[in-house]
């Protein structure tokens, strides 16, 4: 059985936009989280790329993560992830070539296939892109490519990027990622803080048909935690208001500015968008420091994860810094 002091901890921040605040303030707050997660050792801080989203700062990730990187001296600094659809492989490269350069030893990189925006954004990002999600696994490979050692005749180099190897990830919600990483032999996390139905089917097909790479020599799976730890179990479920008006929102299609606790959510959602929040939040980790432990040794029993990465999304910035303390303590 895997326990919680075997197991590494990770941060996901998609630097939060509260409904009285500005991007420049999420940005601090995402860096004075990472520098909180790095003194309590955590093992990496990841950014999302989304697009089109009002409460969301962390849509240009390679840029964000030179900011954390050159805030911070340890942990890792990688997106999760960069939507490659969006982008040609080799300006992914040299981005994060370039970011390897500057922070060697501290850069990861997490694909997904998602466009991680609605159509119309979509086809705002890509305009002239001919490629689509379907082009995954070339774009894949050629981005491997673009970051490995230089290969007789290659006429295309990314620089800086070229043999780097800077570690890839591949990330996914359904079964399409978990297969095309087992198969190439590259780490895997499964985005559960959003999608946890297939999380158990995801995880058990990449190790199942994992084959053994240049990179990793056995499976090695990541998962979403959305967390919400504080001193007692009330004062959580009061802080997780904010998540669950957040999640609401989302499934609305409003602002997701990140809106203050309240003290009861009855009168702000329907049943039917009640039981849609909690199926979204279905791995989620809310409560004082015993009602946490008991669920991430139960999620550890079911899953035996290599590593959790959680998202915190509360309205103070304080209580963010204070969960993270919270489940540190825990170990």
């Not at 370039?98 to 296939?113: C, F, K, M, N």
């Not at 097909?205 to 240049?214: A, G, I, K, N, T």
């Not at 959305?226 to 997780?240: F, G």
């Amino acid at each position: 059985m895997r326990r919680l002091a075997d197991t590494r901890f990770s941060i996901l921040d998609l630097a939060p936009i509260r409904d009285d605040g500005t991007p420049a303030d999420a940005l601090h707050n995402a860096l004075a989280l990472a520098r909180h997660a790095e003194s309590l050792g955590f093992e990496r801080f990841w950014v999302a790329e989304h697009h089109n989203m009002d409460g969301i700062a962390s849509s240009a990730t390679a840029v964000l993560i030179g900011y954390l990187a050159a805030g911070t001296s340890r942990i890792r600094l990688g997106a999760g992830g960069v939507m490659l659809p969006n982008h040609s492989p080799l300006v992914v490269a040299e981005q994060f070539g370039t970011l390897e350069a500057l922070y060697p030893g501290r850069i990861d990189l997490g694909l997904g296939r998602a466009p991680g925006a609605d159509p119309f954004t979509a086809r705002a990002l890509r305009r002239d892109r001919l490629g689509s999600p379907d082009d995954f696994p070339q774009d894949v490979e050629e981005l491997q490519a673009l970051l490995g050692p230089r290969q007789p005749g290659q006429s295309v180099i990314a620089m800086p990027g070229i043999n780097s190897r800077v570690p890839i990830w591949l990330l996914g919600s359904s079964l399409f990622s978990a297969r095309l990483a087992a198969a190439k032999g590259l780490p895997y996390a499964f985005a559960s803080h959003f999608a946890p139905q297939y999380m158990h089917q995801a995880i058990a097909l990449y190790r199942e048909e994992f084959q053994p790479s240049d990179v990793l020599d056995r499976p090695q799976v990541m998962l979403g935690v959305p967390l919400v730890a504080a001193d007692s179990n009330e004062e959580a479920e009061y802080l997780a208001t904010t998540l669950y008006q957040r999640v609401l929102a989302l499934i609305r299609g409003h602002s997701l500015r990140m809106q203050p606790p309240v003290a009861d959510m009855r009168d702000l959602w329907l049943p039917q968008e009640q039981e849609a929040v909690n199926n979204f939040l279905g791995v989620a980790v809310i409560g004082g420091p015993e009602r946490v432990r008991e669920r991430l040794e139960r999620l550890l029993d079911r899953t035996q994860a290599d590593e959790l990465i959680f998202t915190c999304d509360l309205y103070d910035n304080a209580a963010r810094l204070r969960s993270l303390d919270v489940l540190t303590n825990l170990r």
